[in-house]
């Protein structure tokens, strides 16, 4: 069965006979060019040869255009961070800077790198006929947050009518996105939105449900198949999330998969996910790729589960992994032998922080995927370092990220579960929702006082 095919069966809930692979192939595929990032997301020629060079390594039945949640961002006029090795990061945010969101208008299909993106598409479109392209979209919420910045936060409590008219207008941008992509020839439009994880479901029925809904029906108004991508540990929206009624939902390992599948499957809604991006597919090894992937399989079964990484797949993530899973995926005796064989786990060693702690100096230990790559943990970071910054060297505020093994360590010894979490003197305070700095600020004096600072 073709790719594209396969993939419609699975969004609609019909039963398929393999399931469904969808590599998500961002900057990695620059690897495999011998290219930096930066050079790979701004240039046409190169998005094509690396999409390509995937489809032949990966054997995928859909794979993304691009993976970049910054390009409605530069073209509204957010500064980006360009990096070797992971997509750009918005450092400037216009609302925060004496911009009025009046004075914003939709991108059009010529602004920045838009024109990039749908070239791309209309060549991968002619190239690839039976393969399923998905166009990447910004969520309305993460967009949102590029133009303010963390102020959003306060914003949602102090002057609600002000966050509705910021997000009227990032929805009538993601709908603009949408059809751009839908007329250069995509299958399905995947709203990314990761920062939806870092709110409570009051608010994302506030501030996101009736957005996104309208998304959604305006996608398959277009006849294409939509899909609610999120980050991060989002359990508690999940819900909400299939409430908006997409054709699908994504998520990353820090939501289980066998509840995903529950709850999506109840609402009628398919559902992708969540291989491990670090520690399996960026550290691990071929053998640990295709149990990951076997167990994902297993988890998620034939009926509405695509087989995905849980995010952008880490630029240096080894080629050989991938090519690993897209066997397994495609050989149902290897996924039999596999299933049959018993292999345990290596368990990951635990780091001593005796000399981690400080008896002057309140420690403040954030732990993401990685904020230079990730909006949520962006965000996160970036409200510690705020919060911490006032109290000088009487704060130690540091990032672990687990694309490193030191950062896999840290998570580990620390106990963390999800990401971005803020640890401070050990103890777990802010799990994946960005906290407001006084809060942040709270925390930290209480333990400057309790440690005579």
Excluded at 128 to 140: E, Q, R, S, V, W
Excluded at 375 to 388: I, N
Aim: proline share 6%.
């Amino acid at each position: 069965m073709k790719g594209l095919e396969l993939i419609k069966k699975a969004m609609t809930l019909q039963p398929v006979d393999r399931i469904p692979w969808v590599p998500f192939v961002g900057c990695h595929a620059g690897q495999l060019l011998g290219l930096t990032a930066t050079q790979y997301l701004q240039s046409a020629e190169h998005l094509v040869n690396g999409v390509n060079k995937a489809i032949e390594l990966y054997n995928p039945d859909g794979i993304p255009v691009a993976f970049d949640l910054q390009i409605e961002a530069e073209a509204l006029g957010c500064k980006l961070g360009w990096a070797d090795d992971n997509p750009p990061a918005v450092v400037s945010h216009p609302l925060t800077e004496g911009v009025n969101i009046e004075e914003l208008a939709i991108p059009s299909k010529e602004a920045a790198r838009i024109p990039l993106v749908l070239e791309v598409t209309r060549k991968l479109r002619s190239q690839h006929p039976d393969l399923a392209l998905y166009g990447l979209i910004t969520g309305p919420f993460t967009l949102a947050l590029h133009l303010m910045g963390t102020d959003i936060f306060l914003q949602m409590m102090m002057d609600p009518d002000s966050t509705h008219q910021l997000m009227r207008f990032t929805t009538d941008v993601a709908k603009a996105m949408a059809s751009y992509y839908i007329e250069a020839g995509v299958d399905i439009v995947a709203l990314v939105d990761p920062m939806t994880s870092q709110i409570d479901p009051m608010s994302f029925e506030t501030y996101v449900s009736p957005y996104v809904t309208e998304i959604n029906e305006s996608i398959r108004a277009e006849g294409k198949l939509c899909s609610l991508f999120v980050c991060g540990n989002a359990k508690q929206n999940i819900e909400a999330m299939c409430e908006t009624k997409p054709d699908n939902i994504s998520i990353d390992e820090n939501i289980p998969l066998d509840f995903v599948r529950d709850v999506a499957l109840k609402h009628k809604v398919s559902f992708g996910g969540n291989m491990k991006l670090t520690v399996v597919l960026l550290m691990g090894d071929e053998d640990a790729s295709r149990r990951d992937a076997l167990e994902c399989m297993d988890i998620g079964g034939k009926k509405g589960f695509i087989l995905a990484p849980g995010c952008d797949l880490a630029m240096a993530t080894p080629p050989e992994n991938l090519v690993a899973v897209a066997e397994l995926v495609h050989d149902e005796v290897l996924q039999g032998e596999l299933r049959a064989s018993d292999v345990v786990a290596k368990e990951v060693e635990l780091l001593d922080l005796t000399d981690h702690w400080k008896e002057k100096q309140v420690v403040v230990d954030v732990v993401t995927l990685n904020a230079k790559a990730c909006a949520a943990c962006q965000y996160m970071l970036q409200a510690a370092e705020v919060a911490s910054e006032p109290y000088g060297e009487k704060v130690i505020c540091r990032e672990y990220n687990i694309l490193t093994p030191e950062g896999v360590q840290m998570m580990a010894t620390l106990g963390v579960k999800n990401l971005p979490t803020i640890v401070i003197d050990g103890k777990i305070e802010f799990i994946s929702q960005i906290p407001p700095v006084n809060q942040i600020q709270d925390k930290i004096e209480a333990l400057m006082k309790s440690k005579g600072i």
